[in-house]
């Protein structure tokens, strides 16, 4: 009896049909044990062809075709058909959506068995990794990699352009607990004032007087400001998101405001980047 190929490629042996009702059934499991304390958000990675190499204490390696679950900017989740030792030495290989090819270090954390011959095998990365390019995912969508983040490392002064007295105040209470000295900018030309005085970060309301918000990120990007700038807006349309880009402004932020949302979104901006831009 001929075995399909494709089913070949991986431990399991199975195709993107059962893979996808396998992963299914494990990411019903798994939101129902949500654990809101991790770093990293994980993304949905399903991955029929990554290749697991552990290092063997001979000396050795062991090169293991796997099937990827998820993965975050610190690690990825694999499923195997058998038990592999925490704390074994490995690399991961694999394409990512951006068609590059990764090989990354790291070492096995855990491994759990999910019923038959079924293993989650989760291993931390050596580095962190930047899993939005890998994953091609759209800034403006509000993708995220910090799922905790610690208020006290956000810091320097942010700039917000609101004409809304309750908007603007509602956003200096939700950082109450960070580093982050705020100016509040109620005109376009108060905004193009205040942000020559400095500032890290910068975050505009959709509409700001008679002027858009992406109006205004364009005209303070026209008069030399460069800060990291994100548009609190309702809409999620393509037209918005490709307006932005024209502005070269970095990201939406969908309302409603909701603290834990926007301190990742600060975090994106004044963590994540910054250590992509070093590393870069």
């Known amino acids: 009896m001929k075995q399909?190929?494709?089913?070949?490629?991986?431990?399991?042996?199975?195709?993107?049909?059962?893979?996808?009702?396998?992963?299914?059934?494990?990411?019903?499991?798994?939101?129902?044990?949500?654990?809101?304390?991790r770093e990293f958000v994980r993304m949905n990675f399903r991955n029929l062809r990554v290749v697991l190499t552990l290092e063997n204490s001979s000396g050795g390696t062991t090169m293991i075709p796997v099937v990827a679950k998820d993965i975050s900017r610190g690690g990825i989740s694999l499923l195997h058909r058998a038990y592999v030792y925490p704390g074994s030495l490995?690399?991961?290989?694999?394409?990512?959506?951006?068609?590059?090819?990764?090989?990354?270090?790291?070492?096995?954390?855990?491994?759990?068995?999910?019923?038959?011959?079924?293993?989650?095998?989760?291993?931390?990365?050596?580095?962190?990794?930047?899993?939005?390019?890998?994953?091609?995912?759209?800034?403006?969508?509000?993708?995220?990699?910090?799922?905790?983040?610690?208020?006290?490392?956000?810091?320097?002064?942010?700039?917000?352009v609101c004409a809304s007295r309750i908007d603007s105040d509602l956003i200096v209470r939700q950082i109450e607990d960070t580093k982050l000295c705020t100016r509040v900018a109620k005109t376009i030309d108060d905004a193009i004032v205040q942000s020559a005085k400095g500032c890290d970060i910068i975050i505009v309301?959709?509409?700001?007087?008679?002027?858009s918000g992406i109006e205004i990120i364009a005209?303070?990007?026209?008069q030399g400001i460069n800060a990291p700038a994100l548009l609190m807006t309702t809409d999620e349309s393509e037209a918005t998101k490709h307006a932005m880009r024209l502005a070269l402004g970095d990201g939406c932020f969908h309302e409603p405001i909701e603290q834990h949302r926007l301190l990742q979104a600060f975090a994106e901006q004044l963590i994540i980047r910054k250590q992509s831009k070093k590393s870069a």
Not at 113 to 123: F, T
Not at 152 to 159: A, D, H, I, K
Not at 205 to 211: A, H, I, K, N, P
Not at 219 to 222: E, F, G, Y
């Open 4 to 37: 399909n190929k494709s089913a070949l490629r991986n431990s399991l042996a199975i195709g993107a049909r059962e893979l996808d009702a396998l992963l299914d059934r494990l990411d019903s499991s798994a939101s129902k044990n949500t654990d809101l304390g």
């Open 90 to 160: 490995c690399t991961v290989s694999f394409v990512g959506s951006d068609e590059e090819k990764y090989h990354v270090r790291g070492k096995i954390a855990r491994c759990t068995h999910r019923g038959g011959k079924v293993h989650e095998v989760g291993i931390s990365f050596d580095e962190n990794l930047d899993v939005q390019n890998l994953l091609g995912l759209d800034a403006m969508d509000g993708a995220c990699a910090l799922e905790k983040v610690d208020p006290t490392l956000l810091r320097g002064w942010l700039l917000v």
């Open 205 to 211: 309301d959709q509409v700001v007087g008679e002027q």
């Open 219 to 222: 005209k303070l990007r026209s």
